[in-house]
């Protein structure tokens, strides 16, 4: 067991001013460290020198920078016996920080550190974590700020169950915040390697997801337009909205399921088309089709006869946290420029209406639960037969027929050059892209009239945790 020596609050006279814990005993209060809190304080206060590639140019700021930059080492130094699992990754912290300030604060390269941060050897529930990169955070900042997080690793006993069967993924970390600078107070709910900056780009071995954060923001969203919608809530779903433990678990299984699928099934070589520009609703339908695969992979769950009842329980949980979060958060949250989680949220709301198991009658929402599976699946089918025809198609012949499958359910803006194929077909993809409105596929009347009455609770997710929710 490690130990940490901390400041008596009541010292007895004549009695040793300092006490032992055990790192068990100070975990439950980590965030509130002097340590952790001085190491939040000088990363706040470096990321004014910084400019967007994570330098720091101003020489006139280096003797601030230094005197930072030990606060950081100093504080990380004091929390390593913390964390033994994570020693190798520490050390080259100390080692990064250390030549970044040496080399007069250049544009950042902490590969060394990140190549030593190994979360996913030991998926273990409840292990925690002290990350800091140079890094820019999705749906947070662009800029390659220095971040600090405290996390947690969510590994429940059926999720590693799945992950050691039929759902192998073994760059998958489900975490929950602890404690974050000012990056993360934001939208971002992902720790990806690839944010952080780096001389060169290694194999990713590891991708982290906040569960926590998904999990919060989907019950105070979904309570709401409920609400909004006169939505009667099956059983199931209204356990989510009221149990946050619960809601994590079933999102690490969500995206167990969803991660893994990006590099399986009949896919057009490469879904991403990596550093290659496409058009937005072709990464719409890539992270759709990877969700509902998870849908219909949970509906095959529930149903077989050996599935365990806890991952059967979660199983039809999956299922509405897919729809729900699909068509009432996915589709009006963030900007209407491109927003290919967006379009994906309103394929399958209008799919589901549109194959009459979903009803927006006399101003309620009602579902036939019983049936939505059945049409899930089918749209499910339908854009994995895409993909399965895209291997024998030329890109432009793909691109054009995965517009038309979204333009078959969602109605193009009436500006739209794709929808009338008005398009310079004879010359290179780019032209086709550059073609594509920012908001190719406006919101429905229904979606806008949600979304004025959204707009708020949407907005008050920002930086959601856990104990925010």
Known sequence: MSRVTVPARDAIIGEPEVVERSAETVEADIATLPAWLDLKAAAAAFHPLQVHDGSVPDEGDHARARALIERMRAAILELAPLFPHDAAYLHALDGDLSRWAEGGFAEPDFLDSLTAFQPQLERVNGRRHLVLFPMYTQNGSTDRLVEAVLIEVIWPEFVAALEAGDYSNTLFVPIRFIDFTAGYDSNSAVLFPETVAMREIPRFTWGAIFADREAARFRRVVRAASEITKLDLPDGAARLLDDQALTEETFVMWDLIHDRTHMRGDLPFDPFMIKQRMPFFLYSLEELRCDLTAYRESVRLEHAHDTEDTTREHAKL????????????????????????????????????????????????????????????????????????????????????????????????????????????????????????????????????????????????????????
């Open 318 to 469: 999956v299922q509405y946290a897919v729809i729900f979060d699909r068509i009432f958060r996915f589709a009006i949250t963030g900007s209407r420029v491109r927003n290919y989680d967006g379009l994906g949220g309103q394929l399958l709301f209008a799919w589901l209406h549109q194959h009459h198991v979903l009803h927006w009658t006399d101003t309620q929402l009602t579902i036939d639960w019983h049936e939505v599976p059945d049409v899930v699946v089918a749209l499910s089918d339908a854009i994995n037969d895409l993909y399965w025809h895209s291997i024998d198609r030329p890109k432009v012949a793909h691109w054009l027929a995965a517009y038309d499958l979204v333009a078959s359910t969602l109605t193009p803006h009436p500006a739209s050059k794709w929808a009338m194929r008005d398009l310079p077909l004879e010359g290179p993809p780019k032209g086709l892209t550059d073609e594509v409105m920012d908001d190719e596929f406006p919101l429905s009347m229904f979606y806008e009239a949600l979304s004025k009455k959204m707009s708020g609770v949407i907005e008050s997710t920002a930086g959601i945790t856990s104990e925010r929710a």
